[in-house]
């Protein structure tokens, strides 16, 4: 097939930029599927062998689109939602896939495609693919385990609950490396007088691959439902147990053979005591390769591509993010 991932940004990211690192990884497992595989991204980026760039901006109005738009293109794949303008009059059939968490009542088209079941399920649908990733791009070195854990997530979000994260390890004086973000202030001040905290700031890269798999496990105690949280595959497929909330879609991402769902002060307490060697590192790299593997995702995506391209929908109604308890909830925090 001939497909276009419409994502029109700077590729790859500066930083750790999650989408942005899925459609990179999406297309090369296209290419290797054999699909000419074109990425609209902005002048300049660099993508997979393979794969070809088509200069765009966002912003982009349907008459820019028809000036760069390969000849014979049969598909496009959108990484994050247009207007409805665009979207009724793109010449060539197309899909979305939904990164985040609506609001309440906000509808996506009928070819949405969501992160996991639940994430789907929570907006009235029913199509989901897991994020893959590419192993190449980590370290698996289970003898290398150290004894801290680590919490990598965007540490000025209140809903990633790094101070949750913080706070048990204190209680359960069990060392914590803190990545992600900006340091905010209550934990800046915390962590220069707590002997369990250690600050390491924004990481990509090699110091980000030997954080997740020297690790012996990953914290994540999201307090909203999480859609798919990459840094769980990350994690996993360095081999490191991930420990989180049963929020979103950790219920099904995180079996009981590679991590945890402790839902309160005490069962994360006691998790925590486990620690370390509570899990199999080889274990958590083998879910983590059959699951979310980058070839994976793509052989996912294109079962969806081909329904898609030959005129079916994925939902005979438009996904719609309902007005459940937990899809309220979070927006309060």
Known sequence: MKILIVHPVRLPPRDYGGVERVVLWLAKGLVERGHEVFVAAEPGSQLPAGSQLVEAQSGYRLEDWLRV???????????????????????????????????????????????????????????????????????????????????????????????????????????????????????????????????????????????????QALLFPVRWPEPFGLVIAEALISGTPVIGNPRGSLVELIPSQVGSLPDSDEEWLETLSRLPGAYDSEACRSWAMDQFHYRTMAQKYEEVYRLVSGGGLLHGAPPMTLDTAENRDWRRR
């Open 69 to 215: 738009l390969p000849p014979g293109l049969e598909l496009a794949h959108f990484m994050a939602p247009v207007g409805d303008d665009l979207w009724n009059s793109f010449p060539v059939p197309s899909l979305l896939t939904v990164h985040g968490n609506g609001q309440i009542g906000e509808k996506y088209p009928k070819n949405s495609v969501f992160l996991s079941q639940d994430h789907a399920k929570r907006h009235g649908a029913s199509a989901y693919v897991y994020n893959g990733i590419d192993p190449s791009e980590y370290l698996f070195e289970p003898r290398s385990k150290k004894n801290w854990n680590l919490f990598l997530s965007k540490t000025s979000w209140s809903v990633k609950n790094v101070h949750g994260a913080a706070r048990w390890s204190a209680l359960s004086r069990q060392r914590l490396k803190i990545a992600g973000g900006r340091r905010p202030l209550g934990l800046r001040i915390w962590s220069q007088f707590s002997p369990y905290l250690d600050w390491v700031g924004p990481v990509a890269g090699q110091k980000k691959a030997e954080l997740l798999t020297q690790a």
